[in-house]
């Protein structure tokens, strides 16, 4: 049996608890509820975080810390999410500014199979986090706590995703995403329109008895036992404002690009 001195485990602790705290206070400074294209969603401002050292210093702790300490689902699912959120963050700071992340790829070669950084020293794209591993994990309520950096997705909790709260922050970031009008979900004549997100994900929720079965848990009163007739449309546009300033230096960009 291998034991764990209380040193060790208060080592574990800490270490982890130092990317939480660290993930905390860039969230505080940098995100705040908005709205856009006639969506809520939590805004980050990405030409801050951009300049921000503490986000380069986020992403070195992910890198190196120890995959083994990842002991249980929970703390996996958790680590993992915040990591996701982390890196599509970075992603778009490191190329701000841009109308939309989806833009830094291509048909052949989508930006979710582009190298997004290391964690736990292992080379990730945020194609691999999320599919490869968050997907095997059982938990389909991951997709509502998967950030993309764009305004249909469900909302960037403003604060990280830890192992003994994870239930309750799955539950909530579920309910609140379903709450949206045009976002989770809205009602279009006497049916029930559902975000694309669980038409692209719909196996994921097979184990849970379906996606009607498992949206009647975190509908609003109002609208449980709907028909579902649909889908909505994505809005991949980025959850931030561009200012005058940024819209030139991507349209400068592109006329440098063309000619």
């Not at 190329?95 to 582009?114: E, I």
């Not at 736990?120 to 794209?125: A, G, P, R, S, Y």
């Not at 029930?192 to 009647?216: A, C, N, R, T």
């Amino acid at each position: 049996m291998l034991l764990v001195s209380a040193s060790q485990v208060h080592a574990q602790d800490t270490e982890l608890g130092s990317i939480h705290s660290l993930y905390q206070t860039l969230l505080d400074d940098h995100v705040i509820a908005g709205e856009k294209n006639g969506l809520k969603a939590n805004m980050v401002d990405y030409a801050a975080v951009k300049k921000d050292p503490r986000l380069e210093r986020l992403q070195e702790k992910l890198k190196v810390y120890p995959k083994e300490r990842l002991d249980s689902n929970e703390k996996k699912i958790a680590f993992y999410l915040n990591a996701y959120n982390i890196l599509a963050v970075a992603k778009v700071a490191q190329h701000w500014p841009l109308y939309k992340l989806k833009s830094l790829g291509s048909y052949f070669k989508p930006v979710w199979t582009h190298p997004a950084g290391e964690v736990c020293e292992e080379q990730m794209t945020l194609r691999k986090l999320e599919h490869d591993v968050l997907r095997q994990l059982g938990e389909p309520r991951i997709h509502f706590a998967l950030n993309c950096a764009s305004m249909s997705c469900p909302d960037l909790r403003k604060e990280p995703y830890v192992e003994d709260k994870l239930e309750t922050q799955l539950a909530e970031q579920t309910r609140i995403f379903m709450s949206q009008k045009d976002k989770g979900q809205t009602v279009i004549g006497q049916e029930l329109w559902l975000s694309s997100i669980f038409k692209w994900f719909e196996e994921d929720f097979e184990p849970v008895g379906g996606v009607y079965h498992f949206i009647q848990e975190y509908l609003p009163d109002e609208y449980r036992g709907m028909k579902i007739g649909g889908f909505l449309p994505y809005d991949w546009s980025v959850n931030d404002h561009l200012n005058a300033a940024e819209r030139n230096r991507i349209k400068r960009g592109r006329d440098t690009w063309f000619n």
